[in-house]
């Protein structure tokens, strides 16, 4: 069976094997298949762990492009989120990090890769439905190819 867009992003976002085995575990790998497999009482949790697995790979991405602490830190709230067995854990999870999340923002300064990058980011996070999903996947996978992840020199001004 061939990889779903959903699975590429994350191969791309970790191709790091290191990376990859500390975060993508089967279950994150296998999110969106199971997702479209889901029981109509399942869906709600299936889409979250969905979600949850495009953000870890668009932060993944944001880390790598600008050597960011605070978006690992970041990963790993998403990453303890993605274990919880119901929305209404992944909601704490998610909740307990959220200071995480404001230190990302606050210390934040990004080039436009990185702005696009996290554009991805805040819309995976408003996405509502598989559509929006979907779409929010494709358009991670036409601007991964195009990310300049080279640190080599800042720019001269």
Known sequence: MPNSPYQRLL??????????TQYLTPATREAYHVFGQ????????????????VALAL???????GDMEEARQVL???KNALQAPSVAGI???MQKGATTFDRL????????????VLHLFERTLDADTQRLMDS???EALQLVPTLDFSRD???ED
């Open 136 to 138: 929010v996947i494709q």
């Open 59 to 65: 932060l993944r991405l944001l880390a790598e492009l």
């Open 105 to 116: 923002y606050a210390n934040l300064y990004v080039n436009e890769d990185g702005e696009q």
């Open 91 to 93: 909601d704490k999870a």
């Open 38 to 53: 889901a029981a109509p009482a399942d869906i709600a949790y299936r889409f979250e762990r969905v979600r949850l697995g």
């Open 11 to 20: 191969e791309l976002a970790f191709a790091d094997p290191a990376a990859a």
């Open 76 to 78: 790993d709230v998403l």
């Open 153 to 155: 020199e800042d720019d």
